[in-house]
């Protein structure tokens, strides 16, 4: 008994050691973004990939009072894009997968990937 005992606590303990993960899920392509920089020189942001579920403020202006704008969804996700820091506010827009894009008009400080 104490044998059989040993033998599947050994096994399971084995068995636990090589199971795999699963993988974050993430949206796969690229979403992109424009800002006007310290100069007010306009720049185009890129997240690549990234995690679905998760809301991601926009980096290159998270330590500052401006707003990204002309979003552009090549991913495989949903994106809803919102004007607030913590994918919270009542302002927000969602862009379809594979091309949904937004005017210059579109403010967006955060983006949530479905």
Not at 105 to 112: F, G, T
Request: glycine share 6%; aromatic share 10%.
């Amino acid at each position: 008994m104490r044998t059989r005992t040993a033998f599947l606590s050994i096994a399971s303990a084995v068995a636990l050691c090589f199971t795999i993960p699963a993988a974050a899920s993430a949206a796969e392509g690229e979403f992109t973004y424009r800002y006007y920089d310290e100069d007010e020189e306009i720049q185009v942001g890129t997240l690549v990939d990234p995690p679905s579920g998760e809301c991601i403020e926009i980096p290159e202006i998270a330590d500052w009072d401006v707003d990204a704008f002309r979003p552009r969804n090549n991913t495989d996700s949903t994106a809803v894009v919102f004007l607030d820091d913590d994918c919270k506010s009542d302002s927000y827009f969602s862009l379809r997968p594979h091309g949904g894009r937004g005017s210059d008009r579109l403010l967006l400080r955060s983006v949530i990937f479905s």
